[in-house]
């Protein structure tokens, strides 16, 4: 700080009654000048001084300068968060302390549990899905005999509620949600997909008795059904707002489709039937534009097959036809691998910025004895498994047929069988919008976390996929695949045990299974906090990304040894997932929050590991540590404050690297000139 400045502002606060000048002191000073300065504990010991400095405090510009200046994994920002005098002046500050109080508390030797809340989800609860943000859950429900997709507001001030429903023709599988573009505007687009009988099928089947992961045949023919359905932002914004009373009749005419057509809070994007069976449903965006894509084995040499549907041009789906992939023999010498071999997909992560995608392949190698079987000497195959990266086809609106041979791959598992891979997605939209973070776009591109639960022995093993840089001519990062970046980091064993795994790029929860329970709902025997100890190879070139506090006197923890931890959810909630099953879960690693419900229940368990005061619960605290005269206290303060505020968002300011909905910007007005 200027060194005259800072004179200023200690005569200031040297009178004997400070705050009696807080009308002569000018807001935009203390913006532009003063609040840079000041770490998080100040702004929140200034906070106690008075009523005039509790609501400056408040002001959003300086949590968006906290937000800038953190170097640590963020929650993203909602694209509809506007900067207005509304209760999303406080989603800032809810952002950083989220932040800040899950990165404390999930590197502690033992992450306790801040807060629990539950929701009364009305119907019995299939599957869920937590958006990036933790604000809003998508859930699977079913009564005795229909099905619907159901959205929730987690963070009302009056509690988590109902925001909408609609109904799907069965059961819903491999249920995805994200935030989105479509159409040039901003959605929740949800994708799922469907089992239905084809035409003549018996009547007395329900393709929604079978389990996702079923391995006999079904008794009559099946079709899949890839169903897509988007809500506006704009109409969400509207249910989800504090100030609307979510029982009211306003907001309840608004919950679900009505018979004249005016109230539609989920919009059908795309309904494409599939013959062959169907995994790995996805969504991502390419160049703005919102995507399915979706994994299909049809072919007879057993090669799988992408399926990539452009959701505003969804009549001809793009086939992507992935070539078996030649490892050189000294790719391990226990292994010889050919193209003849039968190998399949078993995930995909797509990659827009480079127009690539990233696939875990399969490959039967031989047989081997099979140690999970009661009959002894059964044989069964052994596989081989090998990360690759592909090239995406340019054109996705005429459907054409797309043979792409692997540009790269790793063998990073010669010998093992492994049921699921998960590949991470970014926190933020996987286009790279810089409007979702307000962290400089010129840092290193997180890792892609690759996570394999696998049999024999019953483990979880995690890798890591690093960027490197490259400059063509300005730098930039990007992922590609060999024994430089592609690094193993831990495995869990999880033997007597079923390991599974709730993926993150930075954390991730890990859970285990009663192995012979073999139910949709199996018995949940532990849930596990996993942090990556972050390893890289010796001749990776580029340097650990600096985590240091600059907004905290203090820096952050150092990562605990031990990287798989028990959490303590409480002895009555362990019993109860040990007893009933686990019926779904759902996580978010942005600000650690985690959605549970048992088998066949209704009641959804919230649980989260990050602190943040909701804006009603700050003025009501500050209400009860005055309440003598609160009532009767002079606003002038208050006023003054509201007034400098109104005069600074007159000048029609923007704030760079923000959404356009926001009106700030720290370094011109609106004549182009500089402030500072």
């Given at each position: 700080?200027?060194?005259g400045?800072y004179?200023?502002?200690?005569?200031?606060?040297?009178?004997?009654?400070?705050?009696?000048a807080a009308?002569?002191f000018p807001?935009?000073i203390f913006?532009d000048?003063?609040s840079?300065h000041?770490?998080?504990?100040?702004i929140l010991?200034?906070?106690r001084?008075?009523?005039?400095?509790?609501?400056?405090t408040?002001?959003?510009?300086?949590?968006?300068?906290?937000?800038?200046?953190?170097?640590i994994?963020?929650p993203p920002?909602?694209p509809?968060?506007?900067?207005?005098?509304?209760?999303?002046?406080y989603?800032?500050e809810?952002?950083?302390?989220r932040?800040?109080?899950?990165?404390d508390?999930?590197?502690?030797?033992?992450p306790?549990?801040?807060?629990?809340?539950?929701l009364?989800?009305?119907l019995?609860?299939?599957?869920?899905?937590?958006?990036?943000g933790?604000?809003?859950?998508?859930?699977?429900?079913?009564?005795n005999?229909?099905?619907?997709?159901?959205l929730?507001h987690?963070d009302?001030?009056?509690?988590?509620?109902?925001?909408?429903?609609?109904?799907?023709?069965?059961?819903a599988?491999q249920?995805q949600?994200?935030?989105?573009?479509?159409?040039?505007k901003?959605?929740?687009?949800?994708?799922h997909?469907?089992?239905?009988?084809n035409?003549?099928?018996?009547?007395?089947?329900?393709?929604?008795?079978?389990?996702n992961?079923a391995?006999?045949?079904?008794?009559?023919?099946?079709?899949?059904?890839?169903?897509?359905?988007?809500?506006?932002?704009?109409?969400l914004e509207l249910?989800?707002?504090?100030?609307r009373?979510?029982?009211?009749?306003?907001?309840?005419k608004?919950?679900?489709?009505s018979?004249d057509?005016?109230?539609?809070p989920f919009?059908?994007?795309?309904?494409?039937q599939?013959?062959?069976?169907?995994?790995?449903?996805s969504?991502?965006?390419?160049?703005?534009?919102a995507?399915?894509?979706?994994?299909q084995e049809?072919l007879p040499?057993g090669?799988?097959y992408?399926?990539i549907?452009n959701?505003?041009h969804?009549?001809?789906?793009c086939?992507l036809?992935?070539q078996?992939?030649?490892?050189?023999h000294?790719?391990?010498?226990?292994?010889?691998?050919?193209p003849?071999?039968?190998?399949?997909?078993?995930?995909v992560?797509?990659?827009?910025?480079?127009?690539?995608?990233?696939?875990w392949?399969?490959?039967?190698?031989?047989?081997q004895?099979?140690?999970?079987?009661?009959?002894p000497h059964?044989?069964?195959?052994?596989?081989?498994?090998?990360?690759?990266?592909?090239?995406?086809?340019?054109?996705?609106?005429?459907?054409?047929?797309?043979?792409?041979?692997?540009?790269?791959?790793?063998?990073?598992l010669?010998v093992g069988?492994v049921?699921?891979?998960?590949m991470t997605?970014?926190i933020?939209?996987?286009?790279?919008?810089?409007?979702?973070t307000?962290?400089?776009?010129s840092?290193?591109?997180?890792?892609?976390?690759?996570?394999a639960e696998?049999t024999?022995?019953q483990c979880?093993?995690?890798?890591?996929?690093?960027?490197?840089?490259?400059?063509?001519?300005?730098l930039?990062?990007?992922?590609?695949i060999?024994g430089?970046?592609v690094t193993?980091q831990?495995?869990?064993?999880a033997d007597?045990y079923?390991?599974h795994?709730l993926?993150?790029v930075?954390?991730?929860l890990v859970y285990?299974?009663?192995r012979t329970?073999r139910t949709a709902?199996?018995?949940l025997?532990?849930?596990?906090?996993?942090i990556?100890?972050e390893?890289?190879?010796d001749?990776?070139?580029?340097?650990?990304?600096q985590?240091?506090?600059t907004?905290?006197?203090?820096?952050y923890?150092?990562?605990?040894?031990?990287?798989?931890?028990?959490?303590?959810?409480?002895?009555?909630?362990?019993?109860?997932?040990?007893?009933?099953?686990?019926?779904a879960?759902?996580?978010?690693?942005?600000?650690?929050r985690v959605?549970?419900?048992i088998?066949?229940?209704r009641?959804i368990e919230?649980?989260d590991f990050?602190?943040?005061?909701?804006?009603?619960?700050?003025?009501?605290?500050?209400?009860m540590?005055?309440p003598?005269?609160f009532?009767?206290?002079e606003?002038?303060?208050e006023?003054?404050?509201?007034?400098?505020?109104?005069a600074?968002?007159?000048r029609?300011?923007q704030?760079t690297?923000v959404?356009?909905?926001?009106?700030?910007?720290?370094?011109a007005d609106s004549?182009g000139?500089e402030?500072?």
């Amino acid at each position: 700080m200027d060194s005259g400045i800072y004179a200023k502002v200690l005569r200031f606060f040297a009178q004997p009654n400070p705050t009696s000048a807080a009308a002569n002191f000018p807001l935009d000073i203390f913006l532009d000048n003063i609040s840079p300065h000041l770490q998080l504990e100040d702004i929140l010991a200034l906070r106690r001084v008075n009523k005039y400095y509790f609501h400056l405090t408040h002001e959003p510009l300086i949590w968006k300068r906290f937000l800038q200046e953190l170097r640590i994994p963020l929650p993203p920002i909602r694209p509809t968060l506007s900067y207005s005098v509304q209760s999303s002046d406080y989603e800032f500050e809810q952002l950083v302390s989220r932040a800040v109080s899950i990165e404390d508390n999930w590197r502690k030797r033992q992450p306790t549990v801040v807060s629990t809340k539950f929701l009364d989800a009305n119907l019995e609860v299939l599957d869920m899905k937590l958006l990036p943000g933790g604000k809003y859950l998508v859930a699977s429900i079913r009564d005795n005999y229909r099905f619907f997709i159901a959205l929730y507001h987690l963070d009302h001030p009056s509690g988590p509620h109902i925001l909408a429903r609609c109904q799907i023709p069965t059961k819903a599988y491999q249920l995805q949600a994200k935030y989105m573009t479509y159409k040039d505007k901003p959605v929740i687009m949800i994708a799922h997909l469907c089992r239905v009988l084809n035409e003549g099928g018996p009547a007395n089947i329900d393709p929604a008795k079978f389990a996702n992961n079923a391995t006999i045949d079904p008794p009559a023919s099946i079709s899949h059904l890839l169903r897509c359905v988007h809500v506006d932002l704009s109409t969400l914004e509207l249910l989800a707002s504090v100030h609307r009373d979510p029982t009211g009749s306003e907001t309840t005419k608004h919950k679900f489709w009505s018979s004249d057509g005016r109230y539609k809070p989920f919009i059908q994007t795309v309904q494409l039937q599939l013959k062959t069976p169907t995994a790995q449903l996805s969504l991502y965006s390419q160049s703005g534009v919102a995507h399915a894509s979706i994994v299909q084995e049809a072919l007879p040499n057993g090669q799988d097959y992408i399926v990539i549907v452009n959701l505003e041009h969804p009549r001809q789906p793009c086939i992507l036809v992935c070539q078996p992939h030649v490892y050189p023999h000294g790719a391990n010498r226990a292994v010889n691998l050919h193209p003849s071999m039968k190998q399949w997909v078993k995930a995909v992560r797509h990659i827009p910025e480079q127009n690539q995608v990233l696939i875990w392949r399969t490959i039967v190698t031989g047989q081997q004895l099979d140690p999970d079987h009661p009959e002894p000497h059964r044989l069964a195959e052994r596989h081989a498994h090998g990360i690759e990266i592909l090239d995406m086809p340019k054109d996705t609106i005429q459907g054409e047929v797309t043979f792409a041979t692997p540009r790269a791959g790793c063998l990073v598992l010669p010998v093992g069988n492994v049921q699921v891979v998960h590949m991470t997605d970014d926190i933020w939209p996987s286009d790279g919008q810089s409007d979702f973070t307000l962290q400089a776009s010129s840092q290193s591109l997180p890792p892609i976390s690759v996570f394999a639960e696998m049999t024999s022995p019953q483990c979880v093993a995690h890798w890591h996929i690093w960027p490197e840089e490259v400059r063509t001519p300005k730098l930039k990062y990007i992922y590609d695949i060999h024994g430089i970046t592609v690094t193993k980091q831990t495995r869990h064993d999880a033997d007597p045990y079923i390991g599974h795994v709730l993926p993150g790029v930075f954390r991730s929860l890990v859970y285990t299974t009663e192995r012979t329970d073999r139910t949709a709902t199996p018995s949940l025997t532990s849930l596990r906090r996993y942090i990556s100890p972050e390893f890289q190879s010796d001749w990776y070139p580029l340097a650990r990304v600096q985590r240091d506090s600059t907004v905290e006197r203090h820096n952050y923890k150092r990562m605990p040894n031990n990287v798989y931890t028990q959490l303590d959810i409480g002895l009555e909630a362990a019993a109860r997932y040990r007893v009933h099953g686990l019926g779904a879960i759902a996580w978010d690693q942005s600000i650690g929050r985690v959605c549970l419900t048992i088998g066949g229940g209704r009641l959804i368990e919230i649980l989260d590991f990050s602190h943040a005061a909701l804006p009603v619960e700050r003025f009501l605290d500050w209400k009860m540590a005055n309440p003598e005269g609160f009532e009767h206290m002079e606003d002038d303060g208050e006023n003054e404050f509201v007034a400098a505020r109104k005069a600074r968002s007159n000048r029609n300011v923007q704030c760079t690297g923000v959404n356009e909905d926001m009106d700030v910007d720290v370094n011109a007005d609106s004549d182009g000139q500089e402030l500072f």
